[in-house]
């Protein structure tokens, strides 16, 4: 373990919540196909990952009562890929945040893998998070203090996977993402499109079965944003089911169902492809 990690590691902040880790597998049928398969499995064996009922989110200050979100009612199965949209303020991150057990709302209910998490301790969360999560965070979160190569490791060292593992996987996915030629430098050594480009990476590279993306592409290029979206969709068409908070149309398009949310209600949702689930 690097110097910088240890001290990290030692410096009480135990359990890290960065998402699960999540290797990128090299996919070996077109993109067509594999999402076919995708959607056979998942007909065949629905299994919802996400239900909430009657959600709501109330933020209170000293003086304030903000509504975030009021009676969302949403379900998420298995190898499904969503896509929120909605105007700034309508509580698409507070909703993606209560989703990945990040938050807890202050009415209703969320079921997670068909289990009553809404009031579930702390520490159960914690390890949902780390088996199943992958979340790619509107801000980044990355750790200051740790190298792009080790804060995309850091997923896979909770995992405890072998050493050279780790390496070939952290390796393979910094190639994928562009910025294996950033590897040693530091988080705020690193452009914003940089920075979320590690955060992905850091999200994907242990494999979660969920992915929580908040505007995945929001500090990217063209290029780079367009590249993010064939990623999520080949780990999509591998079986991970994806939330996704976007503000662009054209990322939209690349989910099976859209989800309007408006002032913290869902107020549209719908089929974008021929695969979605229902
Ligand atoms: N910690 C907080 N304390 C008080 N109010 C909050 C807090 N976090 C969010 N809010 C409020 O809740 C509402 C929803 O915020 P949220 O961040 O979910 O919006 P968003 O849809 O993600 O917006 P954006 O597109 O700008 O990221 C906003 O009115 C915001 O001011
Ligand atoms: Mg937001």
Redesign the pocket.
């Known amino acids: 373990m690097s110097g910088s990690r240890q001290r990290w590691l030692g410096g009480g902040i135990a359990d890290l919540e960065i998402g699960t880790a999540l290797g990128i597998t090299s996919i070996a049928l077109p993109l067509r196909q594999a999402k076919h398969l995708a959607v056979v499995q998942t007909e065949s064996m629905e299994k919802i990952i996400i239900q909430t009922s009657r959600l709501e989110k109330k ?1 209170l ?1 000293d003086t304030v009562e ?1 509504t ?1 979100l009021t009676g969302v009612e949403l379900r998420i199965a298995q190898g499904d890929f969503v896509a929120i949209m ?10 993606l945040n209560i989703l990945g057990l990040l938050d807890r709302p202050t009415g209703g209910t969320l079921q997670f893998l068909g289990e009553d998490v809404t009031t579930a301790p702390e520490r159960k969360r914690a390890n949902l998070r780390r088996e199943n999560l992958g979340f790619i965070f ?1 801000s980044f979160n990355l750790i200051d203090e740790l190298s792009v190569q080790e804060n995309i490791e850091l997923p896979l060292f909770y995992q405890g996977l072998p050493k050279t593992e780790i390496k070939r996987r952290v390796q393979e996915t910094m190639q994928r993402m562009g910025i294996a030629h950033r590897h040693a430098h530091f988080p705020q050594q690193l452009s914003g499109g940089q920075q979320q480009r590690v955060a992905i990476a850091r999200a994907v590279v242990g494999r979660p079965s969920l992915i929580l993306a ?2 995945p592409t929001g500090n990217l290029d063209s290029q780079h944003g367009r590249e993010v979206m064939l990623l999520l969709s080949e780990l999509n068409a591998e079986g991970a089911t994806i939330v996704m ?1 976007t ?1 662009s149309p054209a990322d939209a398009e690349y989910a099976h169902r859209l989800i309007n ?1 408006f002032d ?1 209600q869902v107020v549209t949702e719908r089929v974008t492809s021929p695969l979605a689930l229902f």
């Open positions: 933020y200050t903000t975030a909605g105007p700034s303020g309508c509580g698409k991150s507070t909703l509107q908040d505007e908070v503000h949310l913290g």
